[in-house]
């Protein structure tokens, strides 16, 4: 079983973004965070989601491996479980794709207060020098 937690910060001054992504498998963690180019924050929440199942791949997880999905952000999870995102498409779609790759995938949304490790690590990437 692998538990994979995404967040994005997005600091609405400067423009600037951030993802945090968090995998917990058998009591391991991978903790991953990194800039990415400007965007808004539905964007960015995309993109963390998106970078969190590239990581479970590039890391040879077995696509048997049960994945729990968790993010707080309500328009990924809606995207994913209407397997459709009108401003959204192309994410959405990527992400579909990306979750294909494993057996069984359930996505949940959790409150902010729940993804305090994503968060942690977006914001870290995001006041990073």
């Known amino acids: 079983m692998i538990k994979l937690y995404t967040d994005a910060a997005v ?20 903790q991953l965070n990194q800039k990415i180019v400007s965007m808004d ?25 049960f994945v729990f999905y968790y993010t707080d952000s309500k ?26 790759h494993f057996t069984t995938v359930i996505n949940t949304w959790i409150p902010d207060t729940q993804n305090h490790g994503a968060h942690n690590l977006a914001m870290q990437a995001l006041h990073a020098k």
């Open 11 to 30: 600091n609405q001054q400067s423009g600037k973004a951030a993802i945090g992504i968090l995998i917990i498998q058998n009591g391991h963690q991978v």
């Open 41 to 65: 924050n539905h964007h960015a929440e995309f993109e963390a989601a998106i970078g969190g199942f590239q990581k479970l791949i590039g890391l040879g997880i077995d696509p048997a491996e």
């Open 75 to 100: 328009i990924v999870i809606d995207s994913l479980n209407k397997a459709y995102a009108k401003h959204f498409e192309t994410q959405t779609e990527q992400l579909i794709t990306l979750q294909n």
